[in-house]
């Protein structure tokens, strides 16, 4: 993806895609002898003072207009706004412990419309318990921004990150996919039971969760760790109502997307099975060398300011 | 303050100040057993995972049309974004370690806004060695919103909060207060060295900075220690071109208010001198009884939604 420039020279941020963005904008800021792993993963990992866990940071944010509109309940889009990073906590296998939150909202709201997005945040703070340790408001003549910071710790042998995938692996997605705009984005519950079992039974090579499209998430996962990948679209585990096409570059599903060693893909199926019987694990390929090229091209994603 | 109810019986946010807002907000937030020092504080100190540290976890943010101007150079701009969390550090007398920057901005933007922007909240991070680990980044239709999180650590033996002031303490202010929105506001450097030193060498009582107006800020305080307060207003330090009123209503002076012992107040004083030549320390006044009120009211200082 090569940036355009428009014909003042000026590049404009619609012109470029997240990913860009924000490999441009990293590369800028400081980071330290203590990161595990930084900025382009879900989350960061970094040292902790002391003991044997890792610190887990990760912020995330709802901006009216765009994750959600302005007649949605605002019990959802607390919800909403507290899932989205603990989804990320899922996808690296760690447990999130501390929640700070922030509110941009006009001085013309009602309150309670606030009270109950607190109240969505609340629920959903409860359901993972983390504490919601502070916050800040501040006014604004725009839309409602919320963003919500989430930290937490993992285990030193037991985080997952993007990279460590290997050519061979099979993929595997928890749930189904696609068509989520309708409901399911605002009501999701993040996989962070699931994660945290499957690490403390298999090796898991390679885990992101889907919040961009299987389109746009996978590629990044197979980047991360050097290798291609073979997805076969017949096996896409679909939502009622969607389409493959849909399923791929719908976005919003926060199902997890992990790679584990061939070998161990059976004992997985059947343990699943028996552990999560009300939700479907699906394997939908594999990696692949990196030089043979990716055999599918899936059709992008969402991809921000595009 | 007591919030007022329009003819529908719908209270709109302008109606309620912040500090209201706030009360009534965390109210609805779960905390948990390892909070130390919640909401309500310039920041929230945890009990870390091991060790002597706790955690401590703030956020701010900027928004476009009230924290900075359209035509605010980007780099200052990135720089208050990132000083703001860390003036909150200097407040509880903590170490930051660690940031994440959430940047909500418009898909017409300059590209080279955001660079510049993000060159400003790099150089600040690098002044107090913040490794900025993370970031996310969204599209929406109105003003830029900038929300940065910082994570660090304080020893168990060296936090500081705005409760513990005792009647009797004399008040400190650092630096000069007043007509900070010139220019002060956008260059400011967080009294995280300072503070570090003044607790490393005296006991103090209560702190915190001055964000919103010594006039809305010290009452917090006093609040929060249980105290009164008495201020002689002849005696607060003054920025060039800033009346008394301006000093007490202004905001965003990024300086320390703390409360030491009057037995300590001399070797403060001339110890001070030695170490931060080039920086005032002055005393303002004392914190007094709760009962016999509070001799002098200080109109108020800036508060948000009103």
Redesign the interface.
């Known amino acids: 993806m090569k940036?355009r420039r428009s014909a003042t020279g000026?590049?404009?941020?619609?012109?470029?895609g997240?990913d860009l963005?924000?490999q441009?904008?990293?590369r800028?800021?400081?980071?330290?002898g203590?990161?595990v792993r930084?900025?382009g993963d879900d989350?960061?990992i970094?040292a902790?003072?002391?003991?044997r866990?890792l610190?887990v940071?990760?912020?995330?944010?709802?901006?009216e207009?765009?994750?959600f509109e302005r007649n949605t309940r605002p019990q959802e889009v607390g919800w909403k706004a507290m899932m989205r990073p603990l989804s990320d906590f899922a996808a690296v296998s760690a447990v999130p412990?501390?929640g700070?939150?922030?509110?941009?909202?006009?001085?013309?709201?009602?309150?309670?419309w606030?009270?109950q997005m607190?109240?969505g945040?609340?629920r959903a703070?409860?359901r993972f318990?983390?504490?919601?340790?502070?916050?800040?408001?501040?006014?604004?003549?725009?839309?409602v921004?919320i963003?919500v910071?989430v930290?937490g710790?993992v285990e030193k042998d037991r985080w997952v990150s993007r990279a460590g995938g290997k050519s061979g692996d099979s993929l595997f997605v928890t749930g189904r996919l696609g068509n989520t705009l309708k409901r399911k984005h605002l009501n999701f519950i993040p996989r962070i039971i699931e994660s945290r079992w499957l690490t403390a039974n298999f090796r898991v090579h390679a885990m992101m969760d889907l919040s961009d499209g299987l389109g746009a998430d996978l590629p990044r996962l197979a980047r991360a760790s050097e290798t291609g990948f073979h997805v076969e679209r017949e096996s896409i585990p679909l939502n009622r109502g969607a389409s493959v096409e849909n399923a791929i570059s719908g976005g919003e599903d926060y199902e997890l997307l992990f790679a584990v060693a061939p070998r161990e893909s059976k004992r997985l199926q059947n343990s699943w099975a028996r552990k999560f019987p009300k939700l479907s694990l699906t394997r939908i390929g594999y990696l692949s060398q990196r030089s043979t090229r990716n055999s599918q091209l899936l059709p992008g994603g969402y991809v921000?300011?595009r």
Chains 1, 2 share one sequence.
Do not use: M, W
């Open positions: 940036p000026r590049t404009r941020l619609r012109e470029l997240e963005l924000l441009k904008l990293f800028l800021l400081p980071a330290g203590r990161v930084g900025s989350a960061a970094v902790g003072p002391a003991g866990d610190l940071l990760k912020t995330d944010c709802v901006v207009g765009v994750h412990e501390f700070l939150v922030t509110l941009v909202i006009g001085g013309g709201r009602e309150v309670k606030v009270t607190y109240q945040l609340s703070a409860r318990r983390v504490s919601v340790v502070g916050g800040e408001t501040s006014n604004t003549s725009g839309p921004v963003s910071c930290i710790r921000h300011f």
